[in-house]
């Protein structure tokens, strides 16, 4: 589990082909691998990774053919910036949203302007996915927790405002440009309540074998 918090940023030093999968080593220099062991997740761009080597500053991490044709990923190349976030600890400040850092589509950028000393930014997200979408709402775009300005239903858009703090410690600034591919993560918590409202109204309710005329023969006289 996730907040969508960037802790750093780190480079993408390679990518390896290995039996029909990929396998990603990144550079991430200012983490602090001192509480990294094999097999803890870190979400880079959003994705939840676990970590299967760790090197001077790197770690390694596989990715399987389904995480490569639900993200971004695909696109990445080496020497990418990618956002990096270790999984909470619970007693870990909650300063974003629950994420999980499985990614739900990807988005594509349309729109980067200046507002004030902010970025204001559009993505157009796949039609499926904004239904959770909401004014004010939460997001993940590439692992960062971010809250919609405005939606844009008839396009498929979210609008963003970007803070100079996020867009420097993040990826922004130096990856996003208009018509690149990020990782969307729809709120963990309208996904699964629309699960359960979708599982109410589909599911059939059992139906009772007890009848009157079971319950008058087993003495239960009404």
Known sequence: MFTGIIETTGRLKSINQIGGDVQLVIHAPDMDF????LGDS???????LTVVDIGDKTYAVDVSRETLSKTALKNWRTGDTVNLEKAMRPTTR???HIVAGHVDGVGVIRHISKDARSIYIEIEIPSELMRYAADKGSITVDGISLTTNAIKPEQNIVCLNIIPHTAKCTNIDRHWSVGGLVNIEVD??????????????QVQKPTSSISEELLNQSGFYL
Do not use: Q, T
């Not at 001192?34 to 062991?37: A, F, I």
């Open 34 to 37: 001192n509480d990294v062991h």
């Open 94 to 96: 909650f300063g974003g």
């Open 42 to 48: 870190i979400a880079s761009n959003g994705i939840c």
């Open 188 to 201: 963990l918590i309208s996904r699964y309540l629309e699960r359960l409202l979708f599982a109410s109204n």
